[in-house]
């Protein structure tokens, strides 16, 4: 699947791309709370596996901010159409594994292509880097309750966002998930980070 994108030839934060890009590291990550309540009761009727619920909720929220489809490509500016999940897998051997899945509007097709696609990559240890860059990358730690995450960036041109889900926390019939966002500076500003945490709560709230 090659994502669709666009040049862009006179980006609205130039100034700022200028400023960040000088950055050795333009990394930054933001840790937050998201209430789940409503998502795993959604999913647990349906039958959906929770953590590719909440992957696939999460890209919902990500897919409709502009700011987050923006990437380096060959040295330009680029803004791709769509914003597609690429998740972490266990492997055998206690490994991990990549898979990379479809968004698909219709959550039922979504979920039985990435299962499809979940149950092979599982099978086996694939590395490799994905070859598009409409991805969001997606990892969870259902043990850990963190309250900061790093990812792991080799390439200050890698400008994928990367998110981890924590362990869940349950009190007084509400459910919460620690979400860990990492993004680049040189696309993501504080405001972009705050419209997605808002944008990704409502998807979290309303999975119908």
């Not at 998110?163 to 504080?190: L, N, W, Y």
Request: aromatic share 14%.
């Amino acid at each position: 699947m090659s994502g669709r994108y666009r040049v862009v030839e006179t980006y609205y934060r130039r100034q700022h791309f200028d400023f960040w890009s000088e950055y050795r590291n333009p990394f930054y990550s933001a840790t937050f709370p998201l209430d789940m309540t409503r998502l795993r009761a959604f999913a647990g009727e349906r039958g959906h596996p929770i953590y590719a619920s909440l992957c696939y909720y999460f890209t919902r929220a990500m897919r409709g901010l502009e700011d987050f489809r923006y990437r380096l490509l060959d040295g330009r500016i680029v803004l791709y159409e769509e914003l597609h999940p690429a998740l972490t897998l266990p492997a055998p051997g206690g490994l991990f594994t990549f898979a990379a899945l479809e968004y698909h509007p219709d959550v039922e097709v979504f979920h039985e292509r990435a299962r499809q696609v979940s149950e092979e990559a599982r099978r086996s240890v694939d590395l490799g880097p994905s070859e598009h860059l409409d991805r969001i990358y997606f990892t969870a730690l259902p043990k850990v309750p963190f309250t900061s995450f790093t990812h792991a960036t080799h390439l200050a041109a890698d400008t994928v966002p990367r998110v981890a889900f924590g362990k869940f926390t349950e009190r007084d019939g509400r459910v919460t998930v620690p979400v860990s966002v990492q993004v680049s500076h040189v696309f993501i500003d504080g405001n972009a980070l705050g419209e997605l945490v808002e944008r990704s709560q409502v998807c979290f709230d309303e999975p119908g």
